[in-house]
């Protein structure tokens, strides 16, 4: 579990990693949304959790989009934000919205019986 710096960290990060991506001028990225970073507690590495509107394709395409930006993002991070050091971001695909709303179908389809 993480204490209470640690999630200040992720939080930090969550919002200067959002603001920069919406700046990114890339074709390749879809309607994405930063759901969430998780900071190794040595702040060398933080995956960063985005949700993605549109098809696997979109999903594909923004991800990698992201993966060829990370330079960017990370330089923001070190120039927005005060840390001994700026962690090496990954991005992967936060599948709960998309989980939730699964379930969601799965309760309807049980109260309509």
């Known amino acids: 579990m993480a204490g209470a ?14 603001a920069t991506v919406s700046e ?6 879809g309607f994405v949304t930063v759901t969430g970073v998780e900071t190794s507690p040595d702040l060398r590495t933080a995956k960063v959790y985005v949700s993605v509107l549109g098809a696997s394709t979109e999903r594909d395409a923004t991800l990698e989009a992201l993966r060829s930006s990370h330079g960017v993002i990370q330089s923001r991070i070190a120039s927005e934000t005060r840390m001994k050091r700026t962690p090496t971001l990954t991005f992967h695909y936060d599948d709960t919205i998309e989980k939730g709303v699964r379930i969601s179908r799965l309760l309807d389809e049980d109260d309509d019986r």
């Open 5 to 18: 710096r640690m999630r200040r960290v992720d939080e930090a990060l969550r919002e200067v990693v959002a």
């Open 24 to 29: 990114l001028a890339d074709p390749r990225l």
